[in-house]
C-alpha cells in the first residue's frame, strides 16, 4: 500500500535534470521527508545492467528490443525498488520514467503511442507517479549544456531532428496530463527553475 509519493523529473537530455535534483533532495529534507533518489534505466541492480545495454554500448539496437528493455528494467524498478519504497513510507524522486519512453522510443524513435501504452498497462497496471517535474527546454540550449560532458551515449549520439521530435512528445504528454505532469520553464538560470519547481512541490 502506498504511503509515501513519488516524483519524477523528465526532459531532453541537458534540460538540467541532474542539476535540480540536488535542489529537490534538500528542499524536502527541509520539510523531514526521507527521499529515496534512484534512476531510470536504472534504480535496481539488474537495472543498472539492462542500463549498460541501453546506453553504453554503441551496437545497433532494434528500436522495440529498446523499448521492451527500457520497460523490463522498470518493472525491476517498480517491483523491487519504488513499490517497497512507498510502502515503507518514504517518498522517491526518479531521474525519468515511463514519459521518457513515450518521448525517446515513441517521438524520437517513431514506435505508435498504443504499442507503448500496451507495455505501459503490462509493467505498471494501475501505478503512476504523484507528480512529473517537465524541464522543457530548447533542444539547441540543451545540447549545449552537454557537449561539455565529452564522449556521447548510444542515445546522446542522435540527432538535433531526433531530440526535437523527443521535445514535442514530452510536451504532448505534459497536455494530456496537466493534473501530473508540471511543465517547467527550463530555459531559466538554475535558481529561477527551483523556484518554479519549489512552487509546484509545495502543492504536493
Ligand atoms: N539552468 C541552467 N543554465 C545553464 N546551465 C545549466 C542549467 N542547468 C544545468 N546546467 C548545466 O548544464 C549541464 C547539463 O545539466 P544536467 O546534467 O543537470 O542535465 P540533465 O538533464 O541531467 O542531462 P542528462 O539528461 O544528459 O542527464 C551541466 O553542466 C549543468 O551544470
Ligand atoms: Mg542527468
Redesign the pocket.
Given at each position: 500500500m502506498q504511503k509515501g509519493k513519488c516524483i519524477t523529473i523528465d526532459?531532453i537530455?541537458?534540460?538540467?535534470?541532474?542539476?535540480?535534483i540536488d535542489f529537490i533532495c534538500a528542499y524536502l529534507k527541509t520539510r523531514n521527508i526521507n527521499v529515496v533518489l534512484t534512476r531510470e534505466p536504472g534504480g535496481t541492480e539488474i537495472g543498472e545492467k539492462i542500463r549498460k545495454l541501453l546506453l553504453g554500448s554503441a551496437t545497433k539496437m532494434h528500436d522495440e528490443t529498446e523499448l521492451m528493455l527500457m520497460f523490463a528494467a522498470r518493472n525491476e524498478h517498480i517491483q523491487n525498488k519504488i513499490i517497497p519504497t512507498l510502502a515503507n513510507g518514504d517518498w522517491v524522486l526518479s531521474d525519468r520514467f515511463t514519459d521518457a519512453s513515450y518521448a525517446y522510443q515513441g517521438g524520437g524513435r517513431g514506435i505508435s503511442v498504443e504499442r507503448i501504452a500496451e507495455l505501459e498497462s503490462w509493467v505498471l497496471q494501475d501505478f503512476a507517479p504523484d507528480m512529473t517535474l517537465l524541464?522543457d527546454v530548447d533542444v539547441e540550449i540543451g545540447m549545449q549544456?552537454?557537449v561539455?560532458r565529452g564522449q556521447k551515449g548510444r542515445i546522446e549520439q542522435e540527432d538535433s531532428r531526433f531530440f526535437n521530435r523527443v521535445r514535442d512528445a514530452y510536451i504532448a504528454r505534459s497536455q494530456k496530463f496537466p493534473e501530473r505532469i508540471k511543465l517547467i520553464d527550463?530555459s531559466?538560470?538554475?535558481e529561477n527553475?527551483s523556484n518554479q519547481i519549489q512552487k509546484v512541490l509545495a502543492t504536493l
Open positions: 526532459g537530455d541537458g534540460a538540467g535534470k541532474s542539476t535540480q524541464l549544456r552537454v561539455s527550463a531559466q538560470d538554475v527553475i
